[in-house]
T-cell receptor, first 109, second 115 residues
Framework: GQNIDQPTEMTATEGAIVQINCTYQ??????LFWYQQHAGEAPTFLSY??LDGLEEKGRFSSFLSRSKGYSYLLLKELQMKDSASYLC??????????WGAGTKLIIKP | TAGITQAPTSQILAAGRSMTLRCTQD?????MYWYRQDLGLGLRLIHY???????GKGEVPDGYSVSRANTDDFPLTLASAVPSQTSVYFC??????????????FGPGTRLTVL
């Protein structure tokens, strides 16, 4: 079967750094996405990794290790507006997205 | 540019009734998708269409049907709604090209309650 695992909820402090992990077991791999979803809103694209390594984009970075079936999203200099759910999704062998349940990130002042 | 629009925003539906959720995109994307999102579960693919005139079944297609008469519109129909179809429904679209890095753009969602 196909499986994407993420922590259900995390709490962090404004101004700090947080790492959200994602492990996956899928039939094939054609890349991994991270999306952000604020409560009551649609998911929006954050990052895409297909090769091993770190991709940096402003305060957000995403890392991929294909051999370990592992990715993380790193958020630096946390702001209150970063309170949201973060969704990990893997592109499988049929080029369909397999979604994790998401990690709800709570930012405290 | 509107991107992707969905209608209605929310709906309460009696069990056994039919309903069509509408989705329209203006980005000329060839691929479109319908997902449902339930608490504690990831987005689950209901149906998809890689190009106008073709559709395919996703992970949870039972009880739903779709059509893709043109590039822009991708309606989702519930023929006879049941309470387990209570969910938030998202329509998405993407351009299809070689490789898997085609970002999906999402509509604002339709919150459906079946009583």
């Amino acid at each position: 079967g196909q499986n994407i695992d993420q922590p259900t909820e995390m709490t962090a402090t404004e101004g700090a750094i947080v790492q959200i992990n994602c492990t996956y077991q899928t039939s094939g791999f054609n890349g991994l996405f991270w999306y952000q979803q604020h409560a009551g809103e649609a998911p929006t694209f954050l990052s895409y990794n297909v090769l091993d390594g770190l991709e940096e984009k402003g305060r957000f970075s995403s890392f991929l290790s294909r051999s370990k079936g592992y990715s993380y999203l790193l958020l630096k200099e946390l702001q209150m507006k970063d309170s949201a759910s973060y969704l990990c999704a893997v592109v499988d062998s049929n080029y369909q997205l397999i979604w994790g349940a998401g990690t709800k990130l709570i930012i405290k002042p | 540019t509107a991107g992707i629009t969905q209608a209605p925003t929310s709906q309460i539906l009696a069990a056994g009734r039919s309903m069509t959720l509408r989705c329209t995109q203006d980005m000329r994307h060839n691929a479109m998708y319908w997902y449902r999102q339930d608490l504690g579960l990831g987005l689950r693919l209901i149906h998809y269409s890689n190009t106008a005139g073709t559709t395919g079944k996703g992970e949870v297609p039972d009880g739903y049907s779709v059509s893709r008469a043109n590039t822009d519109d991708f309606p989702l129909t519930l023929a006879s709604a049941v309470p387990s179809q209570t969910s938030v429904y998202f329509c998405a679209s993407s351009s299809l090209s070689s490789g898997g890095g085609n970002e999906q753009f999402f509509g604002p969602g339709t919150r459906l309650t079946v009583l």
